[in-house]
């Protein structure tokens, strides 16, 4: 029992000198760091980084991006768009192609294109059909890759 409480203290020990001489990204994302959000102390991140872990909010704050994570960078990681775009490749390209369709809107809700935008964002797939669909036997994978570069291109 006493090389157990022994074991603990040298981790807590440990975790809190190295939280001493840490910024507030080192606590991680979630409900703590929103806390304790512009405290740097010690007892500030420690309290950070155990809300953090203890509650779970990490796991919700990376999938959503709230709690002062970052949203995945590549529309790749977004599933139920990988899934919709591999499962009607060939629709979407006509859709695309025409700059209007059933098939195009619903790209456009996977990727949280705000109503108010997606006029221009139908026009500017149409206009870049060519980048985006590339070959007869271009992949989804390709085709989700492609749409982030036109994107992401000004």
Known sequence: MKKLIAVVAIIAFVGAFTAAFANQSNTGCGLGSVIFQGRNGLISQTLAATTNQSTYTQYLGITTGTSNCQRFSSLVYNERLNQFVAENLDSLAIDVARGS??????????????????????????????????????????????????IRSS
């Open 101 to 150: 369709g059933e098939y195009l809107n619903t790209l456009a809700v996977l990727m949280d294109v705000r109503e108010n935008d997606r006029a221009a964002f139908y026009s500017k797939l149409q206009r870049n059909f060519s980048r985006i669909f590339t070959s007869p036997n271009v992949t989804h994978d390709e085709v989700i890759r492609n749409i982030e570069s036109v």
